[in-house]
């Protein structure tokens, strides 16, 4: 189940973490389709220049048990090879950092966190955020609708083939400006019809984010719980 999970977590962490992920490289998938061509190598072109990343995100969540969504904000931070810090403000505090093949998840208000080791899975989670032949890969899982409209963003709407995929994910859609090739909207669908969508604002490509930003320091009294991959 946790292997599940994680492919269904690198699949969309390719498009919400990092800007270029799943169009880094041209694929003979994409051959022959015009603008999509076009607007995966001028991807790939500007991620090779990145080395960080810093923005404000809107986080909405459209479940079906409840009346109104449920929206939280903060900040993100990447920096590579592997460094992630998402730190939700709003409504409640909660920081999620993977640093040193360590995921950890803190809950300030309730004075727990929960460690997961990742190392042994760090180069899929990052393969796919730096986009190692990340086109190829997404293939084997999905198909590809290509949306490009006059006075929008690009959009690239996913649709699992994969039946493992399938079981997690209903679909997945990524917008992407059409100024800066960065990726400014991204949801996902789940297979119950719950949707989580990601907006991002103020990004800051290569400003310097100092190392000791990634990692977590608890307080003495936090209760500190290891999880098990299996």
Do not use: H
Not at 29 to 38: A, D, I, P, Q
Not at 44 to 64: C, D, H, N
Not at 210 to 226: H, S
Request: aromatic share 12%.
């Amino acid at each position: 189940m946790f292997k599940t999970r994680l492919v269904v977590f690198c699949l969309a962490a390719a498009a919400a973490l990092c800007p270029a992920a799943g169009y880094a490289r041209s694929s003979s998938v994409f051959k022959g389709t015009g603008t999509l061509e076009r607007v995966v190598k001028e991807v790939a072109r500007r991620q090779k220049s990145i080395t960080s990343i810093q923005a404000t995100f809107k986080q909405e969540k459209v479940l079906g048990l409840l009346a109104q969504p449920e929206v939280s904000s903060g900040t993100f931070f990447y920096a590579k090879p592997d460094r992630v810090l998402w730190n939700y403000t709003a409504p409640r505090p909660v920081v999620i950092a993977i640093a040193k093949g360590r995921l950890t998840t803190w809950y300030p208000l309730l004075n727990k966190a929960e460690t997961l080791e990742v190392s042994r899975y760090q180069d899929k989670i990052f393969k796919y955020m730096g986009a190692t032949s990340a086109l190829d890969d997404l293939a084997n899982y999905f198909n590809f609708t290509f949306t490009d409209r006059a006075g929008s963003p690009y959009r690239l709407d996913l649709k699992p083939i994969n039946r493992i995929v399938a079981r997690r994910v209903r679909g997945i859609t990524i917008w992407i400006d059409r100024e800066t090739f960065v990726t400014s909207k991204f949801e996902y669908t789940e297979k119950d019809g719950d949707v989580t969508r990601y907006e991002f604002n103020d990004i800051k490509l290569n400003a310097p984010i100092p190392a000791e930003k990634f990692t977590l320091q608890l307080p003495p009294n936090t209760r500190v719980e290891q999880l098990k991959t299996d």
